[in-house]
């Protein structure tokens, strides 16, 4: 089931959360949505799942519209909010019995979806617990479960793994991997190193704008648009060199990195590659070039380059 946005502004007193942001996930898609705190992005998900009306704009959930059919669209939905309101007196084969008949799944189909929601979460050894005797990790899979009981067909996650452990995080993000393949999902996080394993696409909003949008390999392309390389030359001076890799035509600037005198930074001029000229210059000087390797723009440089505008 596809989620179209469409020119989606949400307003609060002076303060534009959301302005006028358009976009597409297709159905079977995972969508890792980024941005700094206060950027838009939780507001923009209880938008789609018609927790909050829009000031301006329309959202569809298949062919149902927020406005005329939000009914329709929460059937369809599972939303696992970032505070992961959970009932923490009650065990968790009661508390998902709870959310089946809120859900209003017949009743004869109970019992075998808390079980596949048992066995999908990981829950099996702490079916019969309260909730509050539970790990942070074990709630949030208690989350999941109440987001997934009624199969619907979008998946909303806020912050999924906020305050979980490295192991937690890594369990989490298997299980919405394998979710995400039958299911239209989107995903909000800080950590990104979990959105770019995790989503087959990245967005990233400030400001209440969409500043990016594309595969992680994408982002990285449009954000480099010069070649960096990282060269270590031995067997010359440091300053010889440094001073001789500038004179490369192709090269735009050197730096030593690391304080070490005999590797440098190189970037070489737009859409242009200094490779070979590099190569040329060390046989031209008798220099043995032993690292001659390609620096890749890491996601974390293009979101701060994005947000801290």
Known sequence: MDIVVENLTKVYG??????????????????????????????????????????????????????ANPEEIKKRIGYLPESNPLYQEMAVIDYLKFVARLQRIEGSKVNDRIREMVEICGLEGEKHKKISELSKGYRQRVGLAQALIHDPEVLILDEPTSGLDPNQIVEIRELIKKIGREKTVILSSHILAEVEATCDR?????????????????LRKHAQGKEILKVSIEDGESDAIFEKLKTIETVDVVDIMNGNNNTFEVQSKKDQSSKRGIFKLCVENNWILTELTSIETKLEDIFRELTIK
């Open 14 to 67: 002076a303060q534009r959360a959301v302005d006028n942001i358009s976009f597409r996930v297709n159905t079977g898609e995972v969508l890792g949505f980024l941005g700094p705190n206060g950027a838009g992005k939780t507001t923009t998900m209880k938008a789609i799942t018609t927790y909050l009306n829009p000031t301006e704009g329309e959202i569809k959930v298949g062919e149902f519209c927020i406005y």
């Open 202 to 218: 990245i967005m990233i909003i400030n400001k209440g704008k969409i500043v990016a949008d594309g595969t992680s390999e994408e």
